[in-house]
């Protein structure tokens, strides 16, 4: 019986991060819109040398799976947010509704961030390459729900 409420649960959440992450995402559903950035917009930004500092805020079985290359955790960044004063803040999630959240709390704090719109599920649609939490190369990416798939070669992980 527990095991079902747990499906349960997940699926539900998973349904309401489905129906609510787009509007989170473009309409700032946390209140207010909260700027994003678009993957073209990412790579205009590195070609003009601009630094950019990716925030994974996914929980810690999602970034074992795979994390963009060179992002940091929400942790790291929290330890020592001066080290990365001088970049844009970029964070990420699944699709994009906790990392809007989160880049809300870093904007109220004064901090530059902007919210990656689509976060990992955009990034793998694109063809962009993942990392381990040890730098080697992954097709692997946590989608948080069998609800999001993901294009080959990467494989959908959801436990």
């Known amino acids: 019986m527990r095991k079902q409420r747990h499906s349960t649960a997940a699926w539900l959440a998973a349904l309401v991060v489905t129906l609510l992450a787009p509007l989170a995402s473009a309409q700032g559903l946390f209140g207010g819109s909260v700027p994003t950035i678009t993957l073209e917009e990412i790579r205009e930004a590195e070609e003009k040398g601009e630094p950019l500092q990716f925030v994974d805020v996914r929980s810690e079985e999602e970034m074992a799976v795979s994390m ?14 001066g080290t990365y004063e001088d970049a844009r803040i970029v964070p990420y999630c699944t699709v994009g509704a906790r990392s809007g959240k989160y880049t809300r709390e870093l904007r109220e704090r004064g901090i530059t961030a902007v919210n990656y ?5 955009d990034w793998v649609e694109h063809g962009e390459p993942l990392v ?3 730098g080697e190369p992954t097709k692997r990416v946590h989608t948080y729900s069998d609800r999001f798939s993901v294009p080959e070669p990467y494989i959908a992980v959801t436990e």
Do not use: K, V
């Open 68 to 81: 963009l290359p060179g992002a940091i955790t929400r942790r790291e960044y929290e330890r020592n947010p």
């Open 117 to 121: 719109r689509g976060s990992i599920i």
């Open 132 to 134: 381990t939490p040890d």
